[in-house]
């Protein structure tokens, strides 16, 4: 049973390249939601989605791009890496009623930017 | 203000010690609670949701006191294993979970 895989683990960008970080689930989750956790800023919302074609921006969506074509999957798209960037993002997911149950979380991609 | 704020710690106890951790949210629109667990460089973990009429899980004990908005998690005979950060969550009907900063707690032996 996978859950929720992100990937990659790691990434090391320059700044101005742009990459998507891939986050897969397959508990059939309609609720799936990116969010990046910084030293003393705790973990913010960036975007998220209640099901597939549907998209909503979070606290931080600058520099973000998120798109959903199916239940599945939900990645995240820098469009223009940036140093203020670097951070470690965790991919989220959970029933639409569940999210009384909370959420259950990818491993994280750990990515810096230079 | 920040919609989830809890105790800044850290907290430093001995094994067998009991510590307590408060969180207070901002809006009364609040429907679901939670504690998470975070390990160094892991992903959260759920740890309990937290009801109004208070609920245990073994050493754990979480409060909810919807008047006050606030949120407690009690861990009695601490153990090495419990250190970790831990993160106040809460949840408004139809959108996200808000986290709280957290609070790391170190037991020592």
């Known amino acids: 049973n996978a859950g929720v895989t992100q990937t990659p683990k790691f990434q090391v960008l320059k700044t101005g390249q742009s990459m998507t970080l891939q986050c897969a689930q397959d508990?059939?989750?309609?609720?799936m939601s990116w969010y990046r956790q910084d030293p003393g800023m705790g973990l913010r919302l960036i975007h998220y989605s209640v099901g597939a074609g549907i998209t909503d921006q979070g606290e931080v969506p600058n520099g973000y791009n998120v798109s959903r074509s199916t239940t599945e999957d939900f990645p995240l798209r820098l469009l223009s890496a940036a140093p203020s960037q670097t951070s470690v993002y965790f991919c989220?997911?959970?029933?639409?009623?569940?999210?009384?149950?909370?959420?259950?979380f990818g491993s994280g991609t750990r990515l810096t930017v230079v | 203000r920040k919609e989830v704020e809890q105790d800044p710690g850290p907290f430093n106890v001995p094994e067998g010690a009991t510590v307590a951790f408060n969180c207070t949210y901002s809006?009364?629109?609040?429907?679901?609670f939670f504690w998470y667990r975070q390990d160094c460089r892991k992903e959260p973990k759920l740890l309990m949701s937290v009801y109004s009429s208070g609920n245990e899980d073994g050493r754990f004990t979480a409060q909810l006191n919807r008047a006050s908005q606030y949120i407690s998690l009690l861990i009695r005979d601490s153990k090495l294993s419990d250190s970790a950060t831990y993160l106040c969550?809460?949840?408004?009907?139809?959108?996200?979970?808000?986290f709280g900063k957290g609070t790391t707690l170190s037991v020592s032996s």
């Open positions: 809006n009364s629109a609040s429907q679901s």
């Open positions: 508990m059939n989750h309609e609720y």
């Open positions: 989220a997911s959970s029933y639409i009623g569940g999210l009384k149950y909370g959420y259950t």
């Open positions: 969550v809460v949840n408004q009907a139809g959108t996200a979970l808000i």
